[in-house]
């Protein structure tokens, strides 16, 4: 018989036969981690572990953490939406009148963007204005609030102001 498997007599000898019942075992939990997992998206190692104890599975934490590599499942995170954008306000809107502009030098046109980033417990806001033609930073602020000061804030802090002037648009 070993002959015609074509395996030494030590190999034969070294097989272990638990290792056919585990692969067994393991997929019948793989089955049920793939089924919480479909079921229920947002779940993780933690959750899942937690769903499979409470469906009798005598299993750990690293054992289904191990399986879900192997298997390439992964936790979809649903992310909350955050609205930054106040559209309804009663302030004058300008037209952009960079379209018409080519841009031949620095200190042509600067322009200005808000953006937020997001901590642990909260986000704070980041103001930042760019020469337009170099792309250097002419200043930037970062406040906790969403508030009209904040981009003219960038503008003030620092000594760039005081350094570079914008010359005449056209």
Known sequence: MVELGGVSRAS????????????DRDMDLRDA????????????RPRITAELKRQGWKVGP????????EDN???VRKRKFVVTTDSNHDRKVYPNLKSKMELS?????WVADITYIRL???????AVVIDAFS???????????LEDDLPLEALRIGTAPARCRPGPSF
């Open 12 to 23: 034969f000898y070294r097989l272990d036969e638990g290792e056919c019942r585990r692969g």
């Open 33 to 44: 981690i793939q089924r919480t997992a479909l079921k229920w998206p947002s779940y993780g």
């Open 62 to 69: 690293n054992r289904v953490r191990r399986i879900m590599r």
């Open 73 to 75: 499942l992964l936790c």
């Open 105 to 109: 030098g620095i200190n042509r046109l």
């Open 120 to 126: 642990e417990a909260e986000f704070v806001y980041l």
């Open 135 to 145: 792309r250097r930073v002419i200043g930037w602020a970062l406040d906790r609030t």
